[in-house]
């Protein structure tokens, strides 16, 4: 599990949030250096190979990543996009979240990326 000790599974009607396993890692790579896209949800601006990449994640999981989830369509199990927090506030009671839904499925479903800021539940 590539999380930091989470093993959250949310589920509802359309989708699943389920822990991020290393299976994750090939997909996750891919939309990691998807370039038409990047400049959505990260500060980075260029592609890395897979090695460079899952030393990133090491990094923003050491760093400030709270909790990494997987968004899974019920339907299918089929893998559509991911939810993480970061910069927990655990005193103050919030943290920051970055959601991304695959680009052809953002535009069926009319969302995209969307980083916010969420109260953490006491």
């Known amino acids: 599990m590539l999380t930091n000790g989470s093993e959250v599974t949310l589920q509802?009607?359309?989708?699943?949030?389920?822990?991020c396993e290393e299976t994750d890692m090939d997909t996750?790579?891919?939309?990691?250096?998807?370039?038409?896209?990047?400049?959505?949800?990260?500060?980075?601006?260029?592609?890395v190979n897979f090695d460079e990449f899952a030393a990133e994640l090491k990094a923003d999981f050491a760093i400030d990543r709270h909790i990494?989830?997987?968004?899974?369509?019920?339907?299918?199990n089929s893998v559509i996009g991911t939810i993480y927090s970061y910069n927990a506030q655990f005193v103050d009671g919030h943290c920051w979240i970055t959601i991304y839904i695959e680009p052809?499925?953002?535009?069926?479903?009319?969302?995209?990326?969307?980083?916010?800021?969420?109260p953490l539940l006491r």
Do not use: C, F
Not at 12 to 19: F, I, N, Q, W
Not at 28 to 47: A, E, F, G, P, V
Not at 68 to 76: F, N, T
């Open 104 to 118: 052809y499925r953002e535009r069926k479903w009319k969302m995209g990326t969307l980083p916010s800021q969420i």
């Open 12 to 19: 509802g009607k359309r989708v699943r949030l389920r822990p």
């Open 68 to 76: 990494q989830l997987m968004i899974e369509k019920v339907a299918d």
């Open 28 to 47: 996750m790579y891919k939309w990691r250096n998807d370039m038409s896209t990047l400049h959505l949800w990260s500060i980075r601006r260029h592609t």
